[in-house]
């Protein structure tokens, strides 16, 4: 049986030098069973036969008997997906963009720097644990569908997993909070996934987006002539979710009346339709989001007591990507795995500096508004490796202007200095924003025509 909290990696070499070098790293680090292999051939047999049990390898491309891109093309036609970590001497080379083309999980170049190559291996056995997790996850919901992934590996997350887990099986009504962004429909869509309502139908309503009036008709249905244009009888979403799950999200938006009925399909789980009078009986799951703060509505006599205790009895508040910072590179990965630059293209890769920029940076969009960054960097990118350059994240967020003040106060960088890069960049990008127009850029930026002329002249951005 193989011992779980043991990483096990193959170290493939034909310089002695280099393998006990590896061995040495791995074996300080601790927590590591270590394999050797001194050539291609013997790596293809110590994979063939470890298979499983074997988390990772690290491989030289360069050996006297069969190559490394060689070895990485043999295991693949035999199906064997180990991740491999591809070592070369050259940065630049052809060659290590082969690899990754090729499928090589990373590569590495040598002579490399030892917290990188660390830092890529345990990345590598992160992906791994991840993986084998969410599959554990998608046997314990039934009905769980291989298309919506919840990624996340954090406390904050396992907490919610355990509630969806222990909801998934109740018919409960379930209130779900949180930012916006933070996952609150995905979380629906796996709740009613998993639950015994699976088989039946997942009705979303947006509540929000509907004006008072036809919101009513819309989750209860109408009579023929209930109002002007009600010519025929229609069913709600009520009707329509019958023996499956509503999702009533932005629930907090609904007006007094509209709240009224919903309590009572609550309570009784029967309505009537507008302008009906024959109670109509439903048999279903509610789930209802908000990004408002009900309680404090509540308070406010904005949102019914009694009503909020019937969406209420079961709440998941989901956390905002701040509060489980260690999941933005599992999200990251995701993420670029789903958004390709082209439906033939690998995965894109990320740059350290780019992952630390993701890491500082604050948010308010939570979840999707990574996804979006990442979408876009990808694009930026053409698919390669995204750079800081390639992520066009909200300049206003407090958090990136403490990274890059932080940035400088280390570089000495002299306050005079700065303040005179950003001014002269805010007016250049003020100026390329109005094509050129002096009158709008000085608008833009608050100044009177007069000194930004003078201050174009004291640049000389003529
Ligand atoms: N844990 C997660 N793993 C993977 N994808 C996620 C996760 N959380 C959110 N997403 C993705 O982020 C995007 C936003 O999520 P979602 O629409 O569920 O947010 P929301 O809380 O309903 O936001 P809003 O309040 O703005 O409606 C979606 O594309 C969703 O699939
Ligand atoms: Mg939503």
Redesign the pocket.
């Known amino acids: 049986m193989k011992d779980i909290a043991q990483k096990h990696l193959l170290v493939v070499d034909d310089e002695k030098e280099n393998r006990d070098l590896l061995v040495a790293i791995f074996a300080e680090e601790g927590g590591y069973k270590i394999t050797e292999a001194k050539n291609g051939t013997e790596a293809l047999a110590q994979v063939t036969r470890l298979k499983d049990e074997l988390d990772v390898v690290l491989m030289d491309v360069k050996m006297p008997d069969t190559d490394g891109i060689s070895v990485l093309k043999e295991l693949q036609d035999n199906k064997i997906n180990v991740p491999i970590i591809l070592m070369t001497a050259f940065s630049t080379s052809n060659l290590a963009i082969k690899a990754m083309q090729m499928g090589a999980a990373d590569y590495i170049t040598k002579p490399f720097d030892i917290d990188d190559l660390k830092l890529k291996v345990e990345r590598l056995f992160e992906r791994k644990r991840l993986e084998a997790e969410v599959a554990e996850l998608r046997t314990r919901f039934t009905g769980f569908e291989p298309g919506e992934?919840?990624?996340?590996n954090s406390p904050k997350?396992h907490e919610i997993y355990k509630l969806i887990g222990q909801v998934s099986s109740s018919d409960a009504t379930v209130l779900?909070t949180?930012?916006?962004?933070?996952?609150?429909?995905?979380?629906a869509d796996i709740i009613h996934s998993s639950s015994k309502y699976s088989h039946g139908p997942l009705i979303k309503v947006n509540c929000a987006a509907l004006p008072e009036t036809l919101l009513e008709s819309e989750l209860f249905g109408h009579e023929a002539g209930a109002f002007t244009g009600a010519v025929k009888q229609r069913k709600g979403r009520f009707e329509m979710a019958h023996k499956g799950t509503i999702f009533l999200?932005?629930v907090g938006e609904m007006s007094k009346a509209t709240q009224k009925k919903l309590l009572r399909v609550l309570q009784e789980r029967e309505f009537e339709r507008v302008g009906g009078s024959l109670p109509v009986k439903v048999d279903v799951r509610v789930i209802s989001?908000t990004?408002r703060n009900l309680q404090r509505e509540v308070d406010d006599e904005e949102f019914r007591s009694d009503l909020y205790f019937r969406l209420n009895v079961i709440s998941i508040h989901?956390p905002t990507l701040l509060e489980r910072k260690e999941?933005i590179p599992l999200?990251v990965e995701?993420f670029l795995d789903k958004h390709r630059y082209s439906q033939s293209s690998p995965p894109a890769r990320i740059s350290k500096e780019a992952m630390e920029v993701l890491m500082r940076y604050n948010w308010p969009g939570?979840?999707?508004e990574l996804?979006h960054a990442i979408e876009r960097a990808v694009i930026y990118s053409r698919g390669g490796v995204i750079t800081t350059q390639n992520l066009m994240l909200s300049p206003r967020s407090a958090a990136s202007t403490t990274f890059y003040v932080d940035k400088l106060v280390q570089a000495k960088t002299p306050l005079e200095q700065v303040v005179h890069d950003l001014e002269r960049a805010m007016i250049v990008e003020a100026l390329r924003h109005a094509d050129n127009d002096e009158g709008i850029a000085a608008e833009t930026l608050g100044l009177s025509v007069k000194l930004l002329k003078e201050k174009i002249g004291n640049y000389q951005l003529e």
């Open positions: 992934k919840i990624i996340g997350m779900i949180g930012e916006t962004g933070t996952g609150k429909e995905l979380i999200d932005e989001a990004n989901m999941d999200l995701y939570n979840v999707r996804k």
